[in-house]
């Protein structure tokens, strides 16, 4: 399927139709960006039948991914960036990671493997992932074990996770965390002035999130980072199992600089008036396309409040109010959508999330729900978002 809007991205590919024959069924939404240097496919797999046992559901899911991007026109090695969802991480990580690598290789191993989980009544697992899909040869990528750089013309993106930190208290971790993301950024001539995403999961986050922010602040302060990225930071159980944080990064730079601008809207005030050190969004402008990474948005209103505590549907609808006004500042909508990422504070709201979001017209792209504390008892739900423009005369 093949939609076009005048003046906004090409969205090429129907997962769901795959999906129906496939056996056993893995749910799977595809949505294709075409830039002027490169393709860029979004994937999400979700399995759609109970099996019989957790590698068998993981291999499918993989086959599945797989098969997805073998019908767009290209292999695993392409993948950039890969999250996958797990039910019971300590349990089933082991035997999740082997699946992947006897049907995928080890293309990719920067995999974030999280402890959420998934929203579907039988999925022990769900994996989004992102490929890029070069024209002619201004192309290539170096897989390492924690983190993956793609050079694409002069443009340089590094795409890390499962960054891990430690020490004596929760600060201490939360401040080394930030140093080890620092030296993987030297590795590659980068610095975390050059990262415009991070996701953040904390294992207990109403003991820890107040100390990851101080560590964040602290951190940011001797770096001089003035840019915030855009962030999710919500609680996830990190793997291997005794650390308190995890960390996943995107970092971006060209020799000729990149035009990155804070998305705002006035229904939001900046986050780093209440101390948590990010930006509501960041608009990136690259060679082949422009990238409008979404934080984690949720019932939060211009003075950092939270509104319509214990109501949920009150909450969703404030919570893609303040989406869509962020999108609408920069000439977008939720057309222009590529993936997107929920968190439920309560699974049993599941059902009503999926339905809102139909009404509002939040579908019909990759999208994971999965069950995860947020950084307030009072919030329900907190969703991320990607939307992907073409450049246009201007944009540079």
């Known amino acids: ?22 056996r056993p069924p893995v749910a799977i939404a595809v949505r294709r960006f075409s830039g002027p240097l490169a393709d860029e496919v979004f994937v999400h797999c979700r399995p759609a039948a109970g099996l019989a046992d957790v590698a068998r559901e993981a291999a499918a899911t993989y086959e599945a991914l797989f098969d997805a991007l073998a019908s767009e026109g290209v292999g695993p090695e392409a993948i950039v960036s890969e ?20 049907v995928l290789g080890t293309a990719g191993v920067h995999a974030t493997f999280i402890g959420q989980r998934p929203l579907a009544s039988v999925a022990r697992l769900e994996v989004s992932a992102v490929a890029i899909v070069p024209r002619g040869r201004a192309f290539s990528s170096m897989d390492g074990t924690r983190a993956k750089v793609v050079r694409l013309g002069d443009e340089t993106t590094l795409y890390a996770g499962s960054i891990h930190g430690s020490g004596r208290d929760a600060y201490d971790e939360g401040l080394e965390m930030f140093r080890v993301a620092e030296g993987l950024l030297a590795d590659a001539g980068m610095s975390f002035a050059d990262v415009v995403r991070t996701w953040i999961y904390v294992r207990d986050i109403d003991r820890h999130y107040a ?124 057309d222009d959508l590529a993936s997107a990422t929920a968190y439920l504070r309560n699974p049993d709201d599941a059902p009503v999330l999926r339905s809102m979001f139909r009404e509002r017209g939040f579908d019909g792209f990759p999208c994971a729900i999965v069950e995860a504390p947020l950084c307030r008892p009072d919030l329900l739900c907190e969703t991320e978002a990607v939307a992907v423009l073409p450049v246009v005369t201007g944009d540079r």
Do not use: K
Request: charged residues 25%.
């Open 211 to 334: 100390a990851l922010n101080r560590a964040r602040r602290e951190f940011f302060r001797r770096c001089g980072i003035e840019r915030r990225p855009a962030s999710t930071c919500v609680q996830g159980i990190p793997f291997p199992g005794v650390r308190d944080f995890s960390m996943t990064i995107h970092a971006a730079t060209s020799p000729r600089g990149r035009h990155i601008a804070p998305m705002r809207t006035p229904l939001l005030n900046e986050a780093w008036t209440y101390g948590a050190d990010f930006s509501r969004g960041l608009r990136v402008v690259g060679a082949n396309e422009v990238t409008l990474h979404v934080s984690g948005t949720a019932s939060i209103d211009e003075a950092g409040r939270t509104v319509h505590a214990g109501r949920f549907e009150a909450q969703v609808d404030r919570m893609l109010d303040n989406i869509a006004s962020l999108l609408a500042g920069q000439g977008a909508t939720f």
């Open 1 to 22: 399927m093949i939609a076009s809007v005048e003046g906004r991205a090409a969205w090429i590919g129907d997962g769901a139709r795959r999906a129906r024959t496939r």
């Open 83 to 102: 999250t996958v969802f797990l039910r019971q991480i300590r349990e089933h990580f082991m035997l999740v990671r082997s699946a992947r690598s006897r």
